[in-house]
């Protein structure tokens, strides 16, 4: 029964903003690394973010200045907050968990459009 589920997604014109949200459920969330990937169709599904229990993040150098990653614990939710939305930044995004190898999930997707 665990479960990642996004919000958010949606049609923005470039330059606009958009806030995603991962909604977990089913397992310990505060013990778990939370990350954002996008993937386009036919191709290699890529990191965007993540950030660690304790508040690390790293970025992508695409998105590094312009996307922030955040998680409140209390609510058991992640997000991406992106800014300056650019046409290449239009795929589909995905919200993971990962505490080691054995366990990991991923959320179902949810589609960005950057269209003027």
């Known amino acids: 029964q665990v479960q990642l589920v996004e919000s958010g997604g949606g049609l923005v014109q470039p330059g606009g903003s958009l806030r995603l949200s991962c909604a977990a459920s089913?397992?310990?969330?505060?013990?778990?690394?939370m990350s954002w990937y996008r993937q386009a169709p036919g191709k290699q599904r890529n990191l965007v973010t993540a950030?660690?229990?304790?508040?690390?993040?790293n970025y992508a150098d695409s998105v590094k200045g312009r996307f922030t990653i955040s998680r409140d614990n209390a609510k058991n939710t992640v997000y991406l907050q992106m800014d300056t939305l650019k046409l290449e930044d239009a795929t589909v995004y995905y919200c993971?968990?990962?505490?080691?190898?054995?366990?990991?999930?991923w959320g179902q997707g949810t589609q960005v459009t950057v269209s003027s």
């Open positions: 993971k968990a990962d505490a080691d190898i054995l366990r990991m999930y």
């Open positions: 089913g397992f310990t969330f505060t013990r778990y690394r």
């Open positions: 950030i660690t229990s304790g508040g690390m993040t």
